[in-house]
């Protein structure tokens, strides 16, 4: 029963460091003036900015499109909450992303709506707009927290210097939310645990005392307190090898940076 607590939390703190990210499905609803393989390039594009920017799990292009109804997507099942539920049980996804892409002149307009495919809730999301000259990836990346303002934006902490002779760059490690949660857990649940030490020891030891009267009661105080002190001890220990564990992995990558002719060769390094 010691360890309870202790599995408890390291089973928490395992689901808030490891939880999957929204799985986001981009689906081209209705195209005018836009051919099909265009339009799944334009989703596909769209699910690659979404995952580069934010949080999530975006499917968009081939991977949505070989997996709809046949016929495509029903014109109305932006409205319709079953229609979204199904949609989403077939691309396995949470949120969906309904597309109109409407080409005129060479000028691209995507307009978008925002569905949760729990609730069936739907939100309409700014327009995008394509010119003829821009680069897809680079409008669609600048607009991916537009499209999903609440995913949390993906964090970066890579900054590439390039020196003259070359250079070695190794990210930063850093402290995330989870991680002071888990240190704060550590540092309480051992105050806690020495408390309690401290005051059964000297509990057993007045009882140990040739002149000392303990009762049952009392010897069964200083047992529960001795297994509370034991459980906190625990818990101080899983939090703060959690703690430990999250810190390094928040960083540590290295990138290797050498000049060429006309350029730079960058290796990047992981960590095990």
């Not at 969906?96 to 069936?120: N, P, Y």
């Not at 509990?203 to 009661?217: I, L, S």
């Amino acid at each position: 029963m010691r360890t309870a607590p202790a599995l408890l939390l390291i089973a928490i703190c395992a689901a808030s460091a490891n939880a999957a990210p929204v799985r986001v499905a981009v689906v081209p609803s209705v195209e005018v003036n836009v051919d099909a393989q265009r339009a799944e390039a334009l989703t596909g594009t769209l699910a690659d900015a979404l995952r580069a920017k934010l949080e999530v799990d975006a499917l968009g292009g081939a991977d949505v499109t070989r997996r709809l109804p046949d016929g495509g997507v029903p014109d109305d099942c932006v409205a319709k909450a079953e229609c979204i539920a199904q949609l989403g049980a077939r691309l396995e996804a949470d949120q969906l992303l309904f597309l109109v892409i409407v080409q005129v002149g060479h000028t691209i307009q995507i307009d978008s709506t925002w569905a949760d495919v729990a609730t069936g809730k739907t939100v309409a999301r700014p327009m995008i707009v394509l010119p003829e000259a821009a680069r897809a990836g680079t409008v669609l990346g600048d607009a991916a927290q537009k499209l999903l303002p609440d995913a949390p934006l993906r964090p970066t902490n890579k900054t590439v210097v390039i020196h003259e002779n070359g250079d070695t760059i190794t990210t930063p490690r850093s402290m995330s939310t989870t991680s002071w949660i888990t240190g704060g857990v550590a540092v309480a649940a051992g105050i806690g645990a020495l408390s309690l030490g401290v005051m059964t020891r000297n509990a057993f030891e007045d009882c140990n005392h040739p002149e000392a009267a303990c009762t049952d009661d009392r010897i069964n105080s200083i047992t529960t307190k001795s297994r509370i002190a034991d459980g906190l001890g625990a818990i101080a220990i899983a939090a703060g090898v959690t703690t430990a564990i999250l810190y390094w992995k928040s960083g540590g990558e290295t990138i290797a940076v050498t000049p060429t002719p006309g350029g730079a060769a960058i290796t990047l390094g992981g960590r095990f």
